[in-house]
């Protein structure tokens, strides 16, 4: 099934060099895969994972493990933000 990954600010760097500029990649997943099987071959250190969204809906840490996709889902994905 396909899906769009994307990572935002300074996790663009985790992307393949040609989806950097559009911070986004399609992707062909298993029907049975999760969040973090997504993000397991990105490298993402989870500590940078802090905001998930699948289709703008926040997905809590807890259920990241788990919650797996339709055709079409988008997930987006965040570092913690600091600003002052």
């Known amino acids: 099934m396909k899906i769009?990954?994307?990572l935002y600010a300074t996790l663009t760097d985790y992307l393949p060099p040609e989806a950097r500029s559009g911070n986004r990649v399609e992707l062909d997943i298993a029907p049975e895969a999760t969040i973090a099987d997504v993000i397991?071959?990105?490298?993402l250190?989870?500590?940078l994972v802090h905001l998930v969204l699948v289709n703008g809906h926040y997905i809590a840490p807890a259920d990241r493990a788990t919650h797996t996709f339709v055709e079409g889902d988008v997930?987006?994905?965040w570092p913690p933000i600091a600003g002052g």
């Open 40 to 43: 397991a071959p990105y490298g």
């Open 4 to 6: 769009a990954f994307k």
């Open 75 to 77: 997930l987006a994905i």
């Open 45 to 47: 250190p989870m500590k």
